[in-house]
């Protein structure tokens, strides 16, 4: 057989071992739920013309993930898709139903990465079933690489000093708990939450079996109030750490327990079911549930298999710490570190905020207010944020119909900027306006008339990689 044939043969075979393929089902499971959390009261067919066709596609594409498995043929189109939405959303081009979700990003990486890694890998020779491993540890590091950013950088963007303040924190889980859920919840304390989505990166890298439950922990929690479809997404992720010995525990303790696991599953989604009060589909949930069910079985085999061989077994070989492959494929490894690195630190550079895995982070890297703890404001490539900040409405403009947006004092991107400038100057009142961009300072006497305003507002290009409004020098409260 020729190599060509080989490729051609292994572009539509399974990628990887039993542990990897679970992983990749997992994420598959997290793309259908992505694809029909926006679906409540709207019939399907309305659904179908509501969005995108690659909206659907992705969602379909993961369908297909979970039924087939990972395979290049089918992950090459997923990738696209995915990527398609992370262009198309921000620049407008999937319409008003499809917003921009920071979450799409990982969506994207993993599908992505992961094509890369099995063409790096086949190019150093590795296509005959007898280098499958090599094949399989490329797909796991990308998993792992992919969750370790998403965790690391979610946990350095929270150490601010607005979400770490009680008042303005994004942690305020408990409230968001019960707005879905029928259930008393305790308020963790902020530094609790990054704190779980901190240390979860060297459990899982040093100690998988007990990472793995800590992670199924922090996803439960966060997961439960409306984000289910990127927290399987990132279990799904993480159990690319798994050793394959426990997947096979698992597929032996399911054949023979496998009835009593599905009694109990419909005991607990029946208990879920009757405390559910959101406003999602509450299938969704239901689906996130058994998956934290199946993990939850998984991370029980393993530890029960550790406790039998002595609990040193919990920390892996050192070499899982390397990069896998040969030099192609660790210079492939090396140039998504940086890419990731570059991805998740492009706030404090100044390049963009979305796409950063900063969401629910209160985040505020910008000229008029900088309120990380770690990062200082030196980091900063530009010289200025791109927002306008409006420093001055007089007098203060009313509020016209409902959801319109009102131009008051407040830190805006440029598209929101232009968005409220003109709904005001519907209201034809002459109120003054003071504002500042890229440090020069533009006031205008009357902000409906005035051809100056009116022409700086034309010229003010797009900006979709940012957050839309923000406080101008008060405390940042949640709006990611």
């Excluded at 087939?68 to 139903?97: D, E």
């Excluded at 992961?114 to 399989?136: F, K, M, N, Q």
């Excluded at 020069?440 to 979709?464: E, M």
């Amino acid at each position: 057989m020729s190599a060509l044939s080989r490729m051609a043969a292994r572009a539509v075979a399974p990628l990887g071992a039993a542990g990897t393929r679970l992983a990749w089902r997992t994420a598959g499971v997290a793309m259908v739920l992505r694809w029909l959390q926006g679906l409540r009261s709207a019939t399907l067919l309305d659904y179908f013309g509501a969005r995108p066709l690659g909206f659907h596609l992705a969602g379909l594409g993961g369908l297909l993930l979970v039924a087939l498995g990972p395979r290049l043929a089918l992950l090459v189109p997923l990738a696209a898709a995915w990527s398609w939405l992370c262009w198309a959303v921000p620049a407008g081009a999937a319409g008003p139903m499809v917003k921009v979700v920071d979450e799409y990003a990982l969506f994207a990486l993993l599908p992505l990465l992961a094509v890369a890694s099995a063409l790096v890998t086949w190019s150093e020779g590795h296509i005959d079933d007898r280098r499958r491993p090599a094949e399989s540890a490329g797909q796991q590091w990308v998993l792992r690489i992919g969750v370790s950013a998403a965790l690391g950088f979610a946990a350095l963007h929270k150490l601010n000093i607005d979400f770490l303040a009680p008042a303005t924190s994004c942690a305020d889980l408990a409230g968001r708990l019960g707005e879905f859920w029928a259930v008393p919840a305790p308020a963790p304390a902020p530094w609790l939450l990054v704190a779980l989505e901190a240390l979860a990166i060297p459990l899982l890298w040093f100690y998988p079996r007990l990472g793995l439950l800590w992670t199924i922990a922090l996803v439960a929690g966060l997961g439960h109030i409306g984000p289910a479809a990127f927290n399987t997404l990132l279990l799904g992720a993480a159990l690319g750490f798994v050793p394959e010995r426990d997947v096979a525990a698992l597929a032996v303790a399911l054949r023979r327990r496998g009835l009593w696991l599905a009694l109990a599953g419909l005991v607990l989604l029946s208990i879920s079911h009757a405390l559910y009060r959101g406003p999602n589909n509450w299938a969704i949930f239901a689906v996130f549930q058994a998956v934290l069910l199946l993990a939850a079985c998984l991370a029980a085999v393993g530890l029960r298999d550790a406790a039998g061989r002595g609990w040193r077994s919990l920390a892996p070989r050192r070499s899982r710490l390397r990069l896998p492959g040969g030099p192609h494929h660790r210079s492939f490894a090396v140039a998504t570190i940086a890419l990731l690195l570059a991805l998740g630190a492009s706030p404090y550079l100044g390049l963009k905020y979305r796409y950063s895995f900063a969401m629910l982070s209160n985040l505020r890297v910008d000229d008029a207010r900088w309120n990380s703890l770690l990062v200082p404001r030196q980091v900063r490539l530009t010289r200025h944020d791109p927002f306008v900040h409006v420093l001055r409405v007089e007098p203060a403009l009313p509020r016209g119909k409902k959801h319109e947006p009102v131009l008051a004092p407040g830190v805006y991107s440029p598209d929101e900027f232009r968005r409220r400038f003109e709904a005001a100057r519907r209201h034809q009142r002459r109120s003054a306006l003071e504002l500042r961009y890229h440090g020069r300072l533009l006031k205008s006497p009357d902000l409906s008339a005035d051809l100056n305003i009116l022409g700086f507002v034309g010229s003010l290009p797009t900006a979709p990689l940012y957050q839309p409004a923000q406080t101008l020098r008060a405390p940042q409260p949640c709006v990611h």
